[in-house]
Each structure stands twice: as structure tokens, then as C-alpha cells.
């Protein structure tokens, strides 16, 4: 048997939940191949295919483009006119996707990789299964009811499903897959000494996603030269111009300072707080690992709702200029018990837990069963 999973990378987000569910489903089912394709870089025609590359540039100097863009081509008609409009320029290479992989079962955490690859699949399609990665405002793109099964993280998500017609049956609430190490009780001074950082500061885990993205770079000045007592960890991403910057400055505070990494949970683990871009996946991690948030940063369009979801939950705070970081940490640096056990309370009440699991489970379930 054998699971294709599309993704692609204009943000961590769709290649995070892909990789969580890929392990989940391994797991559970072993023997099973499972394999990663980025659907945009490797098969969509040009300039579709360089959305990987120009991802974080668009963001950076192009939001209000990014912007506008998704607002007017969201929605259950336009997409449907788009898709229709599109399909001639895209059916040479969803028709070499397809001859190229063979596959039992497809899923999707990538909306533009969802009517373009149904359609591409003809009437004796195999079983198709979207796996949603925005937790609130998610684009009317993700939504196709021809789809064999909507899996989507969040109430809010379930409603759009419906308001774009999948059919009630079809869409389920399963929260947003994360890998299972965001799961593993870790003892946070313990881990500090692994790291190396000081087991007794207040410590501050900074991140812009994995492009390194504004305002990490603002918000890292300001801790600088804030005279707080604190410890920093600063993780740059993919932002190599960011990660050479910080390093050359002077640190009056024990400050320890990351380029891309793959131990992202231990680095939570550590932290009294987290600030961050309100991406759904590091916004999901965080909280499995049961620590606040501050989110100083959100992505037009689909970013918006995980900012709303974050503070109608009581999870963590909107900080978006350095003043408003500096505000809250100095709050919560004072050790106010009843703050943090607010946050930890409001988290365990929201948290679907083993959420990649319950989606490997209805995944193999649709597998055809062998004769």
C-alpha cells in the first residue's frame, strides 16, 4: 500500500503537518509507504512553481499585494471560476503527477494542491483526503466536495468546510497534527542544561517562522537594550542576512541565537514564554507543549483567525510592536502564578491531543482493503 502527500513549502506550516502525519501513519500502520511530494515546486508550470522561492520575499515586501490577493479570491464561487479558469494551464502537469506517482490514497495539506489534483484524477479517482493546516480562516481553496474526507483542526474551520458545501458527513475536527515530540513531557531545567542556557533566568524563546520573519528582528533590538534580567533564544530560520546581523551584535543579556533547527520542541520546553508569527503550526506546537503565547506577527488572509482563536481562548496575547513584547514579558516575568496557570488551564481545556494519530487512523481507514 501506498500514501502520496502533497504539500509544499511557502511556509513551514504545510510540510510540518505533512511530516507529523507521515509518522503517525508509519507508525500505525508499518510496512506502509508513505511518501513527501512538494506539489507546487516539482509540478505546477510556471510561475506557480516558484511560489516556494518567492514565498517569504512576497511576504516581506508584497503583504498588501498578498493581501488583496487572498480577500478577492476567497470565497466558494470565485474559487470555483478560478479553478475552472485554470484548469487547461494546469492539466499537463497534474497529468504528469499523476502518470509519475502511483498511489492507493492521496492527501493534501496545501490548498492550491486540492480541485487542481481531483481533477487531474478523473471519475475512478482513489481515495482523497484533505488535511486543512489553517485553524480558523481558511481559504475557500482547501474545500472541494469531491474530496473523500475534510479534516480540519478547529470548530471554526468545520464551519467554512460547510459554508463552501462539503457535506457535514464529510468534514471532521481532529485539531492540527504536530509531530509527536511536541508531546513529550520534557523538565524544563533539564533541558536548559542540555542546551547550555542558564537553568534559573527567565527565559524568552523568540521565532519567526522558518523564513526568520519580521518583526524578529525588532523585537530582539528591544530585548537587547531593554535592561530586563532575562535569558533569550533566538531562532532565525532560513533567514541567513538575520542570523549574521544578530550574531555580530553585543549581548548584555545571556542570549543564545539559531539559524534553522530541527529541535524546535526542546527549544519550547525551555522557554518560560514564546514569541512568534501567529503561524498555525508553531502556534499549535507551542501550546502542546503547554507554554504561553505572544504573537507579534500574522500573514494576511490565512494568518488572520489564529491571532482571534489564540485570544477568544485565552492562550496567549497579541503583542505586535516591540513595546507590547517588553509590556507583557515584564508582567510575566514577575512569576504570576495565576496568569500562567490561567494560560495552562485554557490550553489543556482546547488541546485535541494525538492529533496526527486520530488523522493516520481515518486515513488508513479508507486504504482499499486487501483481498
Known amino acids: 500500500m501506498k500514501v502520496t502527500i502533497l504539500m509544499s513549502d511557502t511556509g513551514g506550516g504545510h510540510r510540518s503537518v505533512a511530516t507529523a502525519v507521515r509518522s503517525a501513519l508509519i507508525t500505525a500502520k508499518p510496512g506502509l509507504c508513505v511518501e513527501l511530494v512538494d506539489g507546487l515546486l516539482h509540478y505546477a508550470p510556471y510561475p506557480l512553481n516558484q511560489l516556494p522561492d518567492w514565498y517569504a520575499t512576497i511576504i516581506a515586501h508584497f503583504i498588501g499585494l498578498w493581501r488583496s490577493g487572498y480577500a478577492l479570491s476567497d470565497g466558494p464561487l470565485r474559487t470555483r471560476v478560478l479553478n475552472l479558469l485554470a484548469r487547461p494551464y494546469l492539466r499537463s502537469s497534474v497529468r504528469r503527477f499523476v502518470q509519475q506517482h502511483k498511489f492507493d490514497l492521496l492527501v493534501s495539506t496545501h490548498p492550491m494542491l486540492v480541485s487542481s489534483i481531483l481533477d487531474g484524477l478523473g471519475v475512478s479517482q482513489p481515495p482523497f483526503v484533505t488535511v486543512v493546516t489553517d485553524l480558523v480562516t481558511a481559504h475557500a481553496w482547501w474545500f472541494d466536495r469531491r474530496a473523500s474526507l475534510t479534516l480540519v483542526p478547529t470548530k471554526e474551520a468545520r464551519s467554512k468546510a460547510l459554508r463552501c458545501g462539503i457535506a457535514p458527513e464529510l468534514v471532521q475536527v481532529v485539531g492540527l497534527p504536530v509531530s509527536e515530540s511536541f508531546s513529550k513531557k520534557l523538565n524544563k531545567q533539564l533541558v536548559r542544561e542540555k542546551l547550555g542556557w542558564d537553568p534559573s533566568a527567565f527565559t524568552v524563546l523568540l521565532m519567526g517562522g522558518a523564513e526568520g520573519m519580521a518583526p524578529l528582528q525588532d523585537i530582539a533590538n528591544a530585548l537587547r537594550i531593554s535592561g530586563m534580567s532575562l535569558q ?126 486520530t488523522v493516520a487512523s481515518k486515513i488508513i481507514s479508507l486504504l482499499p482493503k486487501a483481498v
Open 232 to 357: 533569550l533564544a533566538i531562532v532565525c530560520g532560513r533567514n541567513e542576512r538575520l542570523l549574521s546581523d544578530l550574531k555580530a551584535l553585543d549581548w548584555p543579556i545571556n542570549t543564545h541565537i539559531y539559524g534553522f533547527v530541527d529541535n524546535v520542541s526542546v527549544l519550547i520546553r525551555g522557554a518560560d514564554a514564546v514569541t512568534t508569527k501567529a503561524g498555525p503550526s508553531t502556534v499549535m506546537e507551542v501550546l502542546n507543549c503547554g507554554r504561553p503565547l505572544l504573537l507579534c506577527g500574522a500573514v494576511p488572509g490565512q494568518e488572520d483567525g489564529n491571532v482571534s482563536f489564540v485570544l477568544e481562548h485565552n492562550l496567549g496575547w497579541w503583542t505586535p510592536f516591540p513595546d507590547d513584547v517588553l509590556s507583557r514579558l515584564r508582567l510575566l516575568q514577575e512569576r504570576d502564578a495565576g496568569i500562567l496557570n490561567h494560560v495552562s488551564t485554557a490550553i489543556d481545556d482546547l488541546l485535541i491531543p494525538q492529533s496526527a494519530s
